[in-house]
């Protein structure tokens, strides 16, 4: 079983920058796809962007194209989300995922990831 730490969340000015953190234990991630989602209050949680387990192949929703870039350091075990022009919209807790067998089609289905994190809080002030 995979257990997934996040970190780096915090309060954030509008156009500031915050690289979060998905540390992985009790097994090497190295063969799976990671995902970063978030939920807002009162929203359903939703997809952000995802990594193939070689890290060749990512995938993002198209609110935060071109502003956030996912990776993986798979010798750490550990993915990151590097967030950049952030918006008050951007606000929510952000939480990363993991699956052994994704197929490619199912990425940003958060039913199909089989392990979560505890989530970190992501707060953008206007």
């Known amino acids: 079983q995979v257990q997934l730490i996040e970190s780096g969340g915090g309060l954030m000015r509008h156009g500031g920058s915050l690289r979060l953190s998905c540390a992985a234990s009790?097994?090497?991630?190295?063969?799976?796809?990671m995902g970063w989602f978030r939920q807002a209050p009162g929203k359903e949680r939703e997809f952000v962007a995802a990594?193939?387990?070689?890290?060749?192949?990512?995938y993002y929703t198209d609110s935060v194209k071109g502003r956030f870039t996912i990776s993986r350091d798979n010798a750490k075990n550990t993915v990151y989300l590097q967030m950049n022009s952030l918006k008050p919209e951007d606000t929510a807790v952000y939480y990363c995922?993991?699956?052994?067998?994704?197929?490619?089609?199912?990425?940003?289905?958060?039913?199909?990831?089989?392990?979560w994190g505890q989530g970190t809080q992501v707060t953008v002030s206007s």
């Open positions: 995922a993991a699956d052994q067998h994704l197929s490619e089609s199912y990425y940003s289905d958060r039913y199909e990831y089989d392990y």
């Open positions: 990594i193939s387990s070689s890290g060749g192949s990512t």
């Open positions: 009790r097994r090497t991630i190295s063969t799976y796809t």
